[in-house]
């Protein structure tokens, strides 16, 4: 009950703003602020539910594999087999950076000033931090990179991520303070880019079909909870803060966080009653209202600009140096609109589903 009034405040507050402010709706507070129009938002999500199926045949999958009738909410991220493989740091540290040098001599470039400047602190040790982030201290500055790699492939791909956001911020380095960062729909573009060709680079190599089946496992799982978690969240948040001022009482948003849930598992996965309650621990609907559809933005975007990279070729490289170098001197409509993206196009968001499917098809044809 606490959870609630809590919660009903905050909408109320936002729905107050937005009358003051006159925006169309509660969300568009947040679209401002990451510089994204409400259609482009509302496409997005669409496209997201409209591409469920692909993630309940993941789940099928995942529970076969299990021995499983069926998959219970608690199982997503149970492993099925693991093969991990341990690589040393210099033999991931070349296979990153000749995989980047294949898609980009500047990806390449821009990831060997970090190691050069000693900019990276690699591996875990007592009393530091865990986890793995890059700092980008001032445009004239080298980014610096923590990360704590442990030999497995997860580790290398951390490395390609956060290696990922050093370029991005070099790239945009020529701009002033103020204009080098990035907004947050764009800000995961090249470390999800170098993270995705890392990966199927990994994938290439693999020795094994149960090492390889294991890559796929986790990326799926992995996008699952990225895209799909994280704009079923916001879709919660878009009817609550709808429907709260009319008298919306505690039962009523459960019930419906618990069917959003069930809606989007389909028959694939079985949801206990318990999750109904879910919505209230979840940080971000409380603190920062509709925040979670940068995730599903940000990791989509990177698809879809890698299946046009796909489609084109090494002629579309240069478009995403383009996008990377604007940082946030522009927003983002306009920055993409510049190479010809039109972020309220179903049809580009598509492209990100195409890649996944792809993945899928590969890890049914190894079971």
Request: charged fraction near 25%; include cysteine.
């Amino acid at each position: 009950t606490a959870l609630f009034l809590i919660y009903q405040a905050v909408v109320k507050d936002w729905a107050s703003d937005a009358k003051l402010r006159k925006h169309p709706s509660s969300i568009s507070r947040r679209n401002i602020y990451n510089q994204v129009p409400d259609r482009a938002v509302e496409v997005l999500l669409d496209t997201v539910a409209d591409n469920i199926g692909l993630f309940q045949e993941f789940f099928r999958l995942k529970a076969r594999l299990l021995g499983m009738r069926r998959l219970r909410r608690y199982d997503l991220l149970a492993p099925v087999d693991r093969e991990e493989k341990d690589i040393p740091l210099d033999r991931a540290r070349k296979m990153v950076i000749d995989t980047f040098r294949n898609f980009a001599p500047g990806f390449a470039e821009k990831a060997e000033q970090v190691f050069r400047a000693g900019h990276i602190d690699t591996h875990p040790r007592p009393g530091k931090r865990s986890g793995a982030f890059c700092s980008n201290v001032s445009p004239k500055v080298i980014p610096y990179v923590l990360l704590n790699y442990t030999g497995n492939t997860s580790s290398v791909s951390t490395m390609a991520h956060e290696l990922g956001h050093a370029i991005h911020d070099i790239y945009a380095s020529g701009h002033s303070f103020s204009a080098a960062g990035t907004t947050l729909p764009l800000a995961e573009t090249a470390s999800t880019i170098a993270e995705i060709i890392v990966f199927e680079r990994l994938l290439e190599t693999s020795r094994s079909a149960r090492e390889k089946r294991s890559l796929l496992m986790e990326k799926m799982v992995d996008a699952y909870s990225t895209i799909v978690r994280q704009a079923y969240i916001v879709k919660f948040e878009l009817w609550a803060h709808e429907r709260m001022e009319q008298g919306l009482k505690a039962d009523t948003l459960c019930q419906t966080y618990g069917d959003l849930l069930k809606e989007h598992f389909g028959r694939a996965v079985e949801v206990a009653d318990e999750f109904r309650l879910e919505w209230a621990y979840i940080p971000h609907i409380f603190q920062t209202p509709f925040y979670c559809y940068a995730y599903s933005f940000g990791d989509l975007l990177s698809l879809a600009l890698y299946s046009k990279y796909k489609s084109q070729g090494s002629s579309f490289v240069s478009k995403i140096e383009q996008i990377l170098a604007y940082g946030s001197s522009k927003g983002p409509e306009d920055i993409l609109g510049e190479v010809g993206i039109d972020m309220s196009d179903k049809k580009f968001w598509q492209g990100s589903f195409d890649i996944l499917r792809g993945w899928l098809q590969q890890l049914t044809g190894l079971t």
